[in-house]
């Protein structure tokens, strides 16, 4: 992972932990855990980067309820 990756899994980790309420190493366990993490967000950065951040927040919020790892 090259370093604009690494600051922008930093960056949506930081902004669910607080739009969560959750601590960011369970956010981060819950991405990895579902695979959103390594699956979704990783591979998909020239895109997502590209996204506001309320837009990037209710992409990451609706696929991670999906995936089991948010309750409604």
């Not at 990756?5 to 579902?34: G, H």
């Amino acid at each position: 992972m090259d370093k604009k990756t690494l600051e922008f899994v930093t960056y949506c980790i930081s902004k669910l932990a607080d739009l969560l309420k959750l601590p960011q190493r369970e956010v981060y366990r819950r991405l990895q855990k579902s695979g959103i993490l390594y699956g979704y967000i990783v591979p998909s950065y020239d895109v997502l980067h590209t996204f506001s951040s309320s837009y990037l927040m209710d992409d990451l919020t609706d696929y991670m309820k999906e995936k089991g790892v948010l309750t409604e």
